[in-house]
């Protein structure tokens, strides 16, 4: 299996979970505008660079996370937009012809400027156990530990080793944080930019009315793509 398909394993195992507690018709009315809006954008946007229609897993994927994190239970045009941003910030912002940005976390921030929907991540909400099962996979599979442990151990160092309980952080370090177009793949560079996420979330979750999380992730982007420019890290 190829790390799309597991990863879209196991974001469907979430919304399983989700069925059973939240019922099957609320989960459906979140995940889906975001999921149509992404793979429809996604293509037309491909479309426009290549010339061709063809369907990139990713985008599916991105409208996954969207329906998993974004404001439970919110209005489905807005969840439609907010996936149409996340496509726009994926093909249009762009530096050397690569992504700069985590789609999905671009679309939940503009979506917090422009809408006021305040990620809620409900997929947080089932219990931290299921990610013992995913991390290792993942961590087998992908071999992006580095980012990881550079967010994690500040965490664990200045918050305690009761953080790791929080199954909202661990759905955002192990989907998030490592998406592959948007994070560094080799090991040194990888570590000092989880590093620089985690003391982002530290100094702006009592500073900022905007979630935490999704712009430490975003600036974290686009530290790990401008340093490259200094000859200060090489992704």
């Known amino acids: 299996m190829s790390i799309y398909q597991l990863l879209t394993a196991f974001l469907l195992t979430l919304y399983a979970i989700g069925f059973v507690f939240f019922g099957v018709e609320k989960v459906l009315w979140q995940t889906i505008p975001a999921v149509l809006a992404t793979v ?3 293509m037309v946007f ?4 290549t010339k061709r229609w063809a369907f990139s897993p990713s985008v599916a994927i991105s409208g996954l996370i969207i329906g998993l994190t974004a404001q439970f239970l919110e ?16 093909f ?8 700069i940005f985590n789609p999905a976390a671009s679309g939940l921030f503009l979506g917090q400027i422009f809408f006021s929907s305040y990620p809620s991540w409900w ?3 089932v219990h931290w156990a299921i990610f013992l099962i995913w991390i290792p996979i993942l961590m087998y599979k992908l071999k992006r530990w580095a ?12 918050e305690g080793i009761g953080i790791l309980t929080s199954s909202s952080l661990l759905f955002f370090t192990s989907v998030m944080l490592i998406e592959p177009k948007t994070s560094p793949a080799r090991v040194k560079p990888g570590l000092l930019y989880g590093f620089a996420v985690a003391v982002m979330y530290l100094i702006f979750k009592n500073m900022l009315t ?7 992730l975003l600036l974290g982007n686009l530290i790990a793509r401008l340093l490259p420019k200094f000859k200060i890290l090489s992704i």
């Not at 980012?147 to 200045?158: C, K, S, Y």
């Open 92 to 99: 249009l912002i762009k530096l050397d012809g690569g992504h």
């Open 75 to 90: 209005k489905p045009p807005t969840l439609f937009l907010i996936g149409f941003l996340a496509m726009a910030v994926k």
């Open 46 to 49: 491909d479309f426009l660079e």
């Open 210 to 216: 905007f979630d935490s999380l999704i712009i430490s």
């Open 40 to 42: 429809a954008f996604g």
């Open 147 to 158: 980012p990881i442990a550079g967010f994690i151990l500040p965490l664990v160092a200045l």
């Open 123 to 125: 997929a947080g909400g």
